[in-house]
T-cell receptor
Framework: KNEVEQSPQNLTAQEGEFITINCSYS?????LHWLQQHPGGGIVSLFM???GKKKHGRLIATINIQEKHSSLHITASHPRDSAVYIC???????????FGTGTLLAVQP | EAEVAQSPRYKITEKSQAVAFWCDPI?????LYWYRQILGQGPELLVQ????????DSQLPKDRFSAERLKGVDSTLKIQPAELGDSAMYLC???????????????FGEGSRLTVL
């Protein structure tokens, strides 16, 4: 079993829909990262969080440390949101990021 | 805006040849990472530097891969000889520092896509 699991693996949505991507992890962490990767492109850091909730524009990230779970929400989704969204955790004891396999999001107009 | 620079963006080579990738992190970032990402998978850490010192290279195939960051600024990742299975995106990332309690935000470069024929 992977230490970081994301769901769903693939997601297709209609423009304007509210989207949720989930991340569960099994190790102790000091921080969790949400990253965005467009096809063929580099990776952009969206959020780094260790507790609670963060918001940036239409993106919201939450984390529940007790349940070892985080969610990334996209409100009023747009085709330009189409990308792979990757959850990565910093296992504090090792200071090494452990990546999920990503969620491929396609937002259709 | 400061960014992590990588080159080349694309590299096609034949197996058994040598390849090298270069990364220039954001100025002042002490921590530098090299990741390999195979299509359809998440990134895999190859090596992590803190300044010029290697912090973690446990996943680096040392028989063919080498990495250095001699002056603690830019870094080079080399593969010799390249194998078919090395075809992947090689990503460089940097962060201000890594501290056991509070990991810094990561900034990624655009990546170097390697195709080995």
């Amino acid at each position: 079993k992977n230490e970081v699991e994301q769901s769903p693996q693939n997601l297709t949505a209609q423009e304007g829909e509210f989207i949720t991507i989930n991340c569960s992890y099994s190790v102790g962490i000091s921080a969790l990262h949400w990253l965005q990767q467009h096809p063929g492109g580099g990776i952009v850091s969206l959020f780094m969080l260790s507790s609670g909730k963060k918001k940036h524009g239409r993106l919201i990230a939450t984390i529940n440390i007790q349940e070892k779970h985080s969610s990334l929400h996209i409100t009023a989704s747009h085709p330009r949101d189409s990308a792979v969204y990757i959850c990565a955790v910093d296992g504090g004891a090792t200071n090494k990021l452990i990546f999920g396999t990503g969620t491929l999001l396609a937002v259709q107009p | 805006e400061a960014e992590v620079a990588q080159s080349p963006r694309y590299k096609i080579t034949e197996k058994s040849q040598a390849v090298a990738f270069w990364c220039d992190p954001i100025s002042g970032h002490a921590t530098l990472y090299w990741y390999r990402q195979i299509l359809g998978q998440g990134p895999e850490l190859l090596v992590q530097f803190q300044d010029e010192s290697v912090v973690d290279d446990s996943q680096l195939p040392k028989d063919r891969f080498s990495a250095e960051r001699l002056k603690g600024v830019d870094s080079t990742l080399k593969i010799q000889p390249a194998e078919l299975g090395d075809s992947a995106m090689y990503l460089c990332a940097s962060s201000l520092d890594f501290v056991r309690v509070n990991t810094g935000e990561l900034f990624f470069g655009e990546g170097s896509r390697l195709t080995v024929l």
